[in-house]
């Protein structure tokens, strides 16, 4: 479909999520050439009703929105685009123009996600986690079996903590596991989607 900036008199509105989070970060107008500029850097562009001009997101703060995926609505006047913000959001310093609060622990599975990548291509002598991966596939595996038998072993006694404790322990290795296989929890998520769907 074909987006129609005549309705909003050359302008469209443009919703920006948070990719990670799905938090709604902030809302903005965008004419064609905005909307070909963010598909060209990778980077929000606006148009600046107040400055009557293009403006990339973060030129002066440096807090640009990586662009991640751009969705027309089921009219074609509207925009959803999912970024990743460099910085905080709102002049205000805060993360969102709208003050939201993601109380989803299950999001910062994300951010843990992307930890994780980064110690794998950008290696530091002080991280863990590049140094599980220096030791090779058996020693990322052998942690997995480690932890493993530790939630079990935990699972049988009465200590919520340590029970809690092993789990997480578990759940981070084996989120480095599937990152050295070049792989992640989302990989997962579609295969249980997918018998959740069948069943």
């Known amino acids: 479909m074909a987006l129609d900036f005549q309705k909003g008199d050359g302008l469209i509105p443009a ?12 809302l903005g107008y965008m004419n064609e ?10 980077q929000v562009t606006f148009f600046s009703r107040s ?3 293009l403006w990339v997101k973060g030129e002066t703060s440096g807090n640009f929105l990586e662009v991640r995926e751009i969705l027309e609505d089921c ?9 990743l913000p460099k910085g905080p959001v709102c002049h205000t310093g805060s993360d969102t123009c709208f003050d939201e609060v993601n109380s989803n622990p299950i999001t910062f599975l994300n951010h843990l996600r992307d930890i994780i990548e980064d110690r794998k291509k950008n290696p530091s002598d002080k ?30 006694d009465d200590n919520a903590e340590l029970f809690l404790n092993e789990s997480a322990d578990l759940l981070f290795h084996l989120m480095a596991l599937l990152s050295y296989k070049d792989f992640s929890l989302d990989d997962v ?7 959740h769907q069948a069943s």
């Open 189 to 195: 998520v579609k295969i249980l989607k997918t018998r």
């Open 51 to 53: 400055k009557g001009r």
């Open 75 to 83: 009219d074609g006047d509207t925009l959803l685009i999912k970024a």
């Open 15 to 26: 919703v920006i999520q948070d990719d990670q989070t799905g938090k709604v970060l902030m």
């Open 127 to 156: 991280s863990y986690t590049a140094s599980l991966f220096k030791e090779g596939i058996n020693k990322v595996a052998q942690k997995v079996g480690e932890e493993a038998v530790e939630v079990v072993i935990e699972a049988k």
């Open 33 to 42: 050439e905005a909307l070909a500029q963010t598909r060209q850097t990778g």
